[in-house]
């Protein structure tokens, strides 16, 4: 499965937010979902991929909030293991789904 041009639709129960894989550097998550509320929140961050077998990556960013973000994004299982600290310093790891939508068209 090629990952980088695609988006993905991630499912924590708390949560629904699509990632698109712009890059080996570079990924926009939208989260669609926040405690069974309805959002739209989207942010396009820098990104370190390191494929740890086919089809599973450790991705890690920071975002603008100042939030950081470590997973395990395992897309032959359709598993992600996520863990993230707040500005705040509160730490939070889940597991979740992940799923293919559509395929983008880069270039």
Do not use: C
């Amino acid at each position: 499965m090629q990952i980088i041009g695609n988006e993905f639709l991630v499912e924590f129960g708390m949560a629904k937010a699509r990632l698109r894989i712009d890059s080996e550097t570079s990924l926009t998550f939208t989260i669609l979902e926040k405690d069974g509320s309805k959002v739209e929140i989207s942010e396009t961050v820098e990104t370190k991929m390191t494929e740890i077998r086919p089809q599973l990556f450790l991705v890690t960013w920071q975002e603008e909030s100042g939030t950081t973000v470590t997973q395990i994004q395992d897309y032959e299982n359709g598993e992600v293991y996520s863990n993230w600290t707040s500005p705040s310093g509160e730490f939070k790891n889940v597991k979740g789904t992940l799923k293919p939508l559509a395929h983008i068209q880069t270039g």
